[in-house]
């Protein structure tokens, strides 16, 4: 598995308004042949220069508006917008799905469950019960297809599952709930949303999240035809403010014994899976991550 970095950008870009400059001053003599043309020209240009981030990449513009990824945490509507989050520069890495996926590979399978299409993902579904408790959370993922110029990947579907604010994982250290685990089909822009609450941190892994996204919902509910499993990494102070919340007191501990750079996953790399974090413990927090597969 390999990982790509962001680069400095080209020196040649770096010097656009310099060169602008020199050409207009070079040209002086020909301001009655630029009129209207050379005022389009260097509209155009710095245009072109606004729409490019740091790393020289196009922003991904779907949606229409600006700022990053964000989602309300109540209510059945997702305020979902990619916005001028910036085009990953690299697929999404292939991670473990762990020992407890509840897709019917190792035990338990969740995905033949009517009920398992859904966005609150709190409480548990057929013969299990319990509710999730914890600091509210949304997280979200927006879902590109790097095959068509990333364009979003609609009618997709991804399962996604983590982790109590205890460590524990539904339907197998906690084997009589079923919650926390949840499949959406991705909207017109790529994008999936589920009401969920803050993973806790259990010793031994940074705070996360797994997925896995299938080409359709038909797929995702019979496990087949997978595109990609891997993981979202949870930003480091946003996790510590969560733990200061009543309830995630073995967290505050945990925490501490682990690091990204440690982490058996991300240790070789986590650019692609670092998910952005906004909110507080009494509003809500909302998590966010685009990927491209």
């Known amino acids: 598995m390999t990982h790509e970095h962001d680069h400095e950008p080209d020196e040649w870009d770096l010097g656009l308004a310099h060169d602008l400059q020199q050409m207009v001053q070079r040209r002086t003599a020909l301001k009655m042949l630029a009129g209207a043309g050379a005022a389009a020209f260097l509209a155009a240009c710095a245009s072109e220069a606004t729409t490019k981030n740091p790393a020289g990449t196009t922003a991904a513009t779907t949606g229409g508006s600006t700022g990053n990824t964000t989602a309300n945490t109540t209510g059945d509507t997702t305020s979902a917008t990619t916005g001028s989050a910036s085009t990953p520069t690299a697929n999404v890495p292939e991670e473990t799905a762990g020992p407890y996926p509840g897709d019917g590979s190792n035990g338990p399978d969740i995905l033949t469950e009517p009920d398992v299409v859904r966005s609150d993902i709190t409480t548990s579904i057929g013969s299990f019960t319990g509710t999730a408790e914890g600091v509210p959370t949304s997280i979200s993922l927006v879902v590109l297809d790097s095959g068509n110029n990333h364009a979003p990947l609609t009618n997709a579907a ?75 990494a949870l930003p480091e ?48 927090w909302a998590v966010s991550l685009t990927i491209s597969v």
């Open 158 to 232: 991804v399962y996604l599952w983590h982790a109590d604010k205890d460590g524990h994982y539904s339907m197998y250290t906690a084997p009589d709930a079923s919650y926390l685990r949840g499949v959406q089909e991705t909207d017109a822009n790529g994008i999936v949303t589920f009401h969920s609450i803050w993973p806790g941190c259990y010793d031994g892994r940074w705070p996360h999240v797994h997925f896995e996204v299938y080409p359709s919902l038909a797929d995702a509910l019979e496990a087949k035809n997978k595109i990609v499993t891997s993981q979202i």
């Open 237 to 284: 102070a946003e996790c510590a403010a969560v733990y200061a919340a009543t309830g995630y007191e073995a967290s505050v501990t945990n925490l501490t014994h682990t690091s990204l750079a440690t982490d058996m996953v991300f240790r070789d790399g986590w650019d692609q899976e670092l998910g952005t974090a906004t909110g507080d413990n009494d509003n809500g």
